[in-house]
């Protein structure tokens, strides 16, 4: 048999090095010129806005029986923002006070919903399971949720929050700060959330760590005092 009239091997390849060349070119090009518009400051909208966008990997989203469970990243400055009033001129020693207390954490929004209403209005159990679930999304989320690292730490919840809206919610939301210690040249972070008594199973979310360090920023102005 002829394995050069099979193979083609006479023909130039459909990949030479000068095509390889261009492709790479391009695709660092790109790379760069993708990098070179990210803004460095948003507004609070738009940082929001930012966020929210799929295309920056910031907020993940899974279905389960009928639930839709969202986590998304949420930057300091919109944490900072919210201590201010909505404020961007903040006095300069209150402003490196803010900074200082949230800058050691990465703080992650678990929202949870069926049917665009609080999940936990939409469970279907009882009121015995309602009252155990109120008291589980109070005080013991911290038993059910962690991140775990592409180094294989794993980091508990320092904190949360759980602010109750009585059904006047479009989701069951919480918030979660964990400590960045742990987190030094990790290529990922995995928000992990296990089955607390609410149906969901077990589920998991990825974010690149790079993401999350590269979030552009809110410009505060300081006022000297």
Known sequence: ???????????????????ILWVCTTSIFML??????????????ELKSYVLDEDNNLSKSSS??????????????????QETGGETAVDTAELKRLESKYSDYYYFILSIS???????YQSGGGQGQFSELVQVLSFRMGQYVNLTTSERDTIPVGDYVYPRTYGMGGATTLMFAFSREKVKADEWLQFNLKEFGMGLGSQTFRFRREDLENVPQIKFTEIIK
């Open 64 to 81: 389960y029986k009928g639930f839709d469970i969202q986590v998304t990243y949420r930057p300091n400055d919109l944490i900072i923002l």
């Open 1 to 19: 048999m002829n394995f050069s009239s099979v193979f083609n091997f006479k023909k130039r390849p459909p990949f030479s090095f000068r095509n």
């Open 114 to 120: 069926r049917d665009d209403k609080e999940a936990l």
């Open 32 to 45: 760069l010129f993708a990098v070179a518009c990210k803004p460095e400051y948003l507004s609070e909208e």
